[in-house]
């Protein structure tokens, strides 16, 4: 029987000993995800904005009295955000009007009490003189002061004079505002409701038609989820926050112009120095450039006026009911400004 073959013994090659003995490259792990703020506790996608719609309801706010008719309503602008593509260099290079020396309101009140006094005595003269003359221009008289009350009471009020109001005069002065061509087409002037003397201050663009139609600023549905967004950084409405609007009337279907943002100003101006805000949040696309007058952008904190106040922008209420995808947005912008104020 022939002897079997030697077996053969196969070489292991010698790069599979080096690669095995060295083994494979150590594959860099990635780095945690960043935790959100403490405010915002790990939460699921579905749960993470519930504090939206589950904060309390704010009280109603009372109404004051209705405004004389006016034109009918129109219909709610569709949206409130910048239409795409607007140019908005009037941001930039419109003028500042100069000072006017028209009178105050005041003033003007003033004025037309005299011109009435002075009228008075020819309309009720004594009785001689009156049956002396029974053509006398008594009447006429009293219709050039009632003319001359009513033209000084259309005036528009001065910078000059807003810089000087109080709380009262400054709303009366809104009231009736004549700065620009929007007081032909109002339904009312919107002032600004909540705290006098606020540590934050919430800037819309312009009053909606809801706004106009209650004479109250963010109102309905978007001002309960504004109240429920502010609630959700531990503000409380009605003693931290004072809300208003760039421009106090309701433009007619579009966004207010550069004239009109420019009319409105010392009445926000007016407003921030009245409150002692030392924090802005806008919003809405158009509340954050009309405040800024200029480029504007979220994400980041802005600086506004002489004394640096700063500002957050963030989406308006109503854009939020709209589209409910950005309330994380909305939660991250509330957050900063938050962090900012301290």
């Not at 506790?41 to 719609?53: I, L, Q």
């Not at 008075?120 to 049956?131: I, K, L, Q």
């Not at 407003?271 to 980041?300: D, I, N, V």
Request: with cysteine.
């Amino acid at each position: 029987m022939p002897p079997e073959p030697p077996a053969v013994h196969r070489a292991t090659p010698p790069e599979s000993h080096a690669s095995a003995a060295a083994g494979a490259p150590a594959i860099a792990r990635a780095a945690p995800p960043v935790q959100p703020p403490a405010a915002s506790a790990a939460r699921s996608d579905d749960d993470s904005m519930a504090w939206f719609d589950d904060a309390p309801v704010p009280p109603v706010a009372p109404r004051p009295a209705p405004a004389p008719a006016k034109p009918a309503a129109r219909a709610a602008a569709p949206v409130e955000a910048e239409p795409a593509g607007e140019d908005t260099a009037w941001f930039d290079d419109a003028p500042m009007p100069p000072p006017s020396a028209t009178p105050s309101r005041s003033a003007a009140n003033a004025a037309a009490d005299a011109s009435l006094s002075e009228a008075a005595p020819s309309r009720f003269g004594n009785a001689t003189d009156t049956a002396a003359s029974p053509s006398a221009s008594a009447p006429s008289d009293l219709a050039v002061a009632s003319h001359a009350a009513s033209e000084l009471a259309s005036t528009p009020v001065s910078d000059e004079a807003i810089a000087g109001m109080d709380w009262p005069a400054l709303q009366a002065a809104v009231s009736t505002c004549t700065r620009c061509p929007l007081c032909e087409t109002r339904i009312a002037a919107v002032n600004g409701r909540g705290a006098e003397r606020a540590t934050w201050i919430a800037i819309a663009a312009a009053p909606s038609a809801a706004d106009e139609q209650d004479v109250q600023a963010i109102t309905g549905e978007a001002g309960q989820l504004l109240h429920n967004m502010l609630k959700a950084i531990e503000l409380k409405p009605d003693t931290d926050v004072y809300i208003t609007n760039v421009v106090k009337c309701r433009p007619p279907e579009r966004n207010p112009s550069g004239d009109e943002v420019i009319a409105c100003r010392p009445y926000l101006e007016r407003e921030l120095a009245l409150t002692g805000a030392t924090m802005a949040m806008t919003f809405g696309q158009f509340a954050a450039k009309g405040l800024m007058m200029g480029p504007a952008a979220r994400g980041k904190v802005m600086h506004y006026g002489a004394n640096q106040l700063p500002v957050v922008a963030t989406y308006h209420p109503d854009d939020l009911l709209r589209k409910p995808e950005d309330k994380a947005k909305a939660w991250a912008d509330l957050c900063l400004a938050k962090a900012s104020h301290g």
